[in-house]
């Protein structure tokens, strides 16, 4: 009887521990920057692209050093790219309910993400989240649309950054020990010449989004445009 659980117990260990290797193979066969998907020519507002949209957001809120980036990543959660993201948070295409993804979000505790001291993403962020998901979770990207004379606060320059910046630029602790969540932290490092600079990425700054993809240059001329305007609360 006692061997009979023995070699359970050794039976169990061992197919953990298959689970486990085959856990860290599955992704040979995803680059860590796969190309990007053909772009459909203009953005459809009602729909939510991936590239645009939520790999931007979840690289600066989830994918910081220490949390769920390549090197480091916690519990084999990787929010680096689209496969990694899809299958690491148990995306259920059309089923945001239902996705790890998107309820760990609103959990309470020490299950939600981000955790503790980062802030918890807005109800705005969370909804890009959910509608893609809700949408087919599909790697879409657009382009087109833009435009580098349309430059108000609220409508262009608050949704850039929220989504490729607050997540490391807010919270008790933000990256830098500079807060980009609202207008009156934005327009400080507008006025110093650092919001430029680091989009930009001209010399003498830190190239920013750290680690990410670097703005469109319609989005840094956007930026451009705002500030040269006197950087208005509009
Ligand atoms: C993944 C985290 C992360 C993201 C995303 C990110 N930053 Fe940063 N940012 C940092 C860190 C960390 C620093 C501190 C300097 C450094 O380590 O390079 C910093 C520094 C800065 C600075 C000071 C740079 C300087 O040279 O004085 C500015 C301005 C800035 N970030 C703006 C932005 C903007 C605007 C975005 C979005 C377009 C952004 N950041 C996205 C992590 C991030």
Redesign the pocket.
């Known amino acids: 009887m006692v061997r009979r659980i023995l070699f359970s117990m050794a039976f169990i260990l061992f197919a953990f521990m298959v689970m486990q290797c085959k856990h860290e193979t599955d992704f040979i066969d995803f680059p860590a920057n796969p190309d990007l998907p053909a772009p459909s020519g203009s953005c459809d507002p009602d729909s939510v692209y991936f590239v645009n949209s939520v790999l931007?957001l979840l690289?600066?809120s989830c994918?910081?050093s220490g949390c769920h980036d390549l090197g480091t990543a916690r519990s084999g959660i990787m929010m680096t790219d689209y496969y990694r993201i899809k299958i690491t948070g148990e995306v259920k295409p059309g089923n945001s309910g239902g996705s790890k993804l998107y309820k760990v979000l609103s959990k309470s505790g020490e299950s939600k993400m981000p955790p503790s001291p980062y802030a918890e993403l807005s109800d705005d962020q969370k909804a890009i989240i959910a509608k893609w998901i809700d949408q087919g979770a599909r790697y879409n990207y657009c382009t087109g649309e833009c435009n580098p004379d349309n430059y108000t606060f609220s409508a262009v320059i608050y949704p850039?950054?929220s989504v490729?910046?607050k997540?490391?630029?807010s919270g008790n602790q933000p990256?830098?020990?500079?807060k980009?969540d609202d207008y009156a932290s934005i327009k400080s490092?507008a006025d110093n010449g650092?919001?430029y600079?680091?989009?930009a990425h001209l010399a003498?700054?830190?190239?920013?989004?750290?680690?990410?993809i670097k703005?469109s240059e319609c989005n840094i001329n956007q930026i451009k445009n705002w500030i040269d305007n006197g950087a208005p609360n509009n």
């Open positions: 931007p690289k600066s994918a910081m850039i950054i490729n910046c997540g490391c630029h990256s830098g020990g500079i980009l490092v650092a919001l600079g680091s989009v003498g700054y830190s190239q920013m989004p750290k680690d990410g703005l």
